[in-house]
């Protein structure tokens, strides 16, 4: 088996595990959607730039060659000076046919050996000022014996650059004068440079000091992020050849890839954290619904209830642990079947049947008792208590019955009664040695009376045997007397019998007074034996009642010993003992009032326990008897306490109908 320690723990260590990987992945996923715009705008920055570059190389080459093409031509011209100088016009005409084909020459002079001027073409020298002292280039020129250019010129605010070429001239290896080209620089960009290319790129050729000596922007001021710079590589003069894109960097935010890079990501975040707080929801509630179901399962596997649910056919659905223990079957025996069921015991079969068909007509009886068969054939007396099952929309799926096992509670009933039987038979066995030495002292009254009226019987024929005559009035009222006594004496051992035997009892009309008197001579003779004054305060007038006289008689007796011993304790003045009695509509009640010492509410919760005493000799059988033959009778014995110290005993007895009948006409 395993640990559900150890399988807890590994739970709780892969949790976090289980929302890094995905949160990693996530993450990466971002990640990568942030990299591949900036990715792809950095692949079209490279790009311009290296487009950029290419078109300045091709520039370059341009301007390059078109001066090279013009130093050939300037070549060409100068070897034809040299060798055999052609008629003013004709040179004139070759000269404007050079500047036909390089727009970008300004002026083009032909110098003698001194630097006098030969011939001029194209613009005038600034104020007829003589051709140009270049020294330094003249003398490189010279040297190298090949055309070298000047330093470019004329960089400012108008941007005229200039640039001179100069090409020494021989003759059979004497140098024989020079050629001076002034190309404008201006016009070289302007014409050799294509448009789409000036479009684009602002352009600039600068001199050694990076100052612009001629520039060309037709789209526009670069904006400096694309830009690149190239040298002519021209002899004698070092000039940069500048462009610069009017393009700016790509911008990222515009850009469609990255607009649907923001959405996207905006969309997968929403929609994890929605995930998320769906799935923590989830969990939450399935967690709780876990909890709910172990809790649902101990209590149901706690219960000593037996539970069955019954769908709308009577099929059973589900059973607990409890019922499968009352009817001893397991539950796959017990789920999916139909009546009859294995725990039906065939002698109540008739009783289940009717009760199921009333269930498949939807009227259940709420609480009844049956009896199960168990598996093992022992019957199960139980409790069944049905209501409707109903689903979470309130429609009726069948029903849900609980069932107790009352067995035990069965058993005790039967033991109760047995033990209350036996309570009684001893309860009435032990009266009966209490009623009998009452009975003596009942009967020894008409036993005496019996005795003395026959004892004078009996002398009355001794003197007629002696020659008297005899008095027959005497000797019939003796034996009249005698006979009247024997029958009380009957009487009173008929009602003990009765009692005793528990079986109805001999009801007649009897009056309150009559039984108080009935029993007075003992009550008189008890009270006189304590020093108890006896007061009998009966109302004239008291409906009688339905009762066995004698059982009425035994009452009082006890509860005046009772009153009598109660009063032994206190002083003999005090010591009064008063009977009292009054009716209402209902009933007569008759009260016996002590002012002895009162009970002691431990004592008065037990006080008609059977053999409950707190007396030394009691048998505590007294008060137990009273109840019985009040109850009897219909009524009730209650005590309470005299205000004036003591206690009062009440017994109450119902009146006759129509003795109550005619107290009601009277009012
Ligand atoms: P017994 O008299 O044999 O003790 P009873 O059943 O007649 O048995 O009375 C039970 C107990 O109730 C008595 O022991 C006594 O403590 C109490 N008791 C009965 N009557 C009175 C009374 N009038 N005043 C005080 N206590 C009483």
Known sequence: MKNPFSLRRRANLARPWRWLVPLLLVLLFLAVLFWLPWQARQMESNERQEQLIADTLWVEQTLRFELTRSEEALATLGADLVGKPPAADVLQARMAQLFKNGPELHRLLWLGRNGELLARHGADLPQGAPPPALADTEEMARLTRAGRYTES???????????????PLYRDGVYAGSLMATYSLKVLLDETVPWWFAQDN??????????????????????????????????????????????????????????????????????????????SRTLAAESALRQQMAFRTAMENSLMTGLRARDLEGRVTYVNKAFCEIVGLPPEELLGRKPPMPYWAPEVRGDYEERFAGVLAGTITPQFETVFQRSDGVRVPVLVFEAPLRDSRGEQTGWMSSILDITDRKKAEELN??????????????????????????????????????????????????????????LRRALEQARQQAQRAGQIIKSVHEFVKKSEPQRETVAIHDVVEGVRALIDLQARKSYVALQIDLPAVLPPVLADRVMLEQVLLNLTRNGIEAMAAVPPERR????????????????????GHGIASDVAERLFSPFFSTKAEGMGMGLSICRTAIEFHGGTLNHAPNPGGGTVFTFSLPRPASTAAAAAELK
């Open 153 to 167: 010129y004329g960089a400012g605010a108008h941007q005229t650059g200039m640039l001179d070429y100069y090409l």
């Open 417 to 474: 009664r047995q033990q209350q039987e036996k309570l009684e038979t001893s309860a009435r066995l032990a009266t009966m040695g209490e009623i009998s030495s009452m009975l003596a002292h009942e009967l020894n009254q008409p036993l005496a009376a019996i005795s003395s009226y026959t004892a004078g019987a009996l002398n009355v024929l001794e003197r007629a045997d002696k020659g008297v005559p005899i008095e027959p009035t005497m």
């Open 202 to 279: 602002a352009l600039a050729l600068l001199d050694r000091n990076d100052v612009a000596v001629a520039t060309r922007a037709d789209g526009g001021p670069g904006r400096g992020v694309y830009t690149h710079r190239r040298a002519l590589d021209l002899p004698g003069a070092s000039i940069v050849l500048a462009t610069d894109s009017v393009k700016g960097a790509p911008r990222l935010l515009p850009n469609l890839l990255v607009g649907s890079v923001i959405v996207l990501a905006l969309g997968l975040l929403l929609s994890l954290s929605t995930l998320w707080r769906h799935i």
């Open 576 to 595: 009064v003992l008063r009977i009292t009695a009054g009716a209402d509509a209902a009933q007569v009640a008759v009260s016996v009032i002590d002012r």
